[in-house]
């Protein structure tokens, strides 16, 4: 694949590097337990809008034992909740939506899948951001890696969720 067609060139970030761990994600995002998709942030570029992170899969995964028995394959739509998290991340921490931080999905476009993902691999996300529109809006480009390999990419929109509104539902209480 040609340089020109990566969001970030592999040599400019390292993935033994910490700029945000588990516990830092979660002062962002408010996924938790089997809905985590996010291990480390390893970068991050202000300037450029470009976030960098992995969600490390093992044997005991929610989704080995339903997809698909035999031959566990991590499904795409979790490929694309590890994007939207790392997205959602990157906007929280810089305030892009204002005073309403609560993200949610607005849409998918042109995404592909291009590989499989199984247990014992490493997810490698990297977004840049496209377009934010300040309290409506947010969209970015992703790429998900596994050793240089390219599994999936597209386009992700966030929108704001009626944070109050959720949090009083009774569905909201562990």
């Given amino acids: 694949m040609p340089g020109k067609d990566l969001i970030l060139d592999f040599a400019q970030y390292d993935l033994d590097h910490c700029v945000a761990d588990i516990e830092e994600i979660r002062r962002y995002n408010l996924q938790r337990y089997q809905m985590e998709q996010l291990t480390r942030i390893v970068y991050e570029d202000a300037s450029r809008q470009v976030c960098v992170g992995y969600k490390d899969y ?23 909740e590890a994007a939207a998290q790392l997205c959602s991340y990157y906007a929280r921490k810089h305030n892009l939506l204002g005073d309403n931080g609560v993200l949610g999905f607005g849409g998918l476009d042109e995404v592909r899948f291009r590989d499989v993902v199984t247990p014992g691999d490493r997810l490698v996300i990297v977004s840049a951001l496209v377009k934010v529109r300040p309290g409506a809006m947010i969209v970015s480009h992703f790429q998900g890696f596994v050793r240089q390999s390219m599994v999936c990419e597209g386009k992700i929109r966030g929108v704001p969720l009626p944070a109050t509104r959720l949090a009083s539902s009774p569905a909201a209480s562990p």
């Avoid at 005991?60 to 490929?79: A, N, Q, T």
Wanted: hydrophobic letters at 45%; a negative charge; proline letters at 17%.
């Fill in 58 to 80: 093992g044997p005991d995964e929610f989704w080995i034992r339903g997809h698909m028995p035999g031959m566990p394959v991590l499904p795409g739509v979790l490929m694309c």
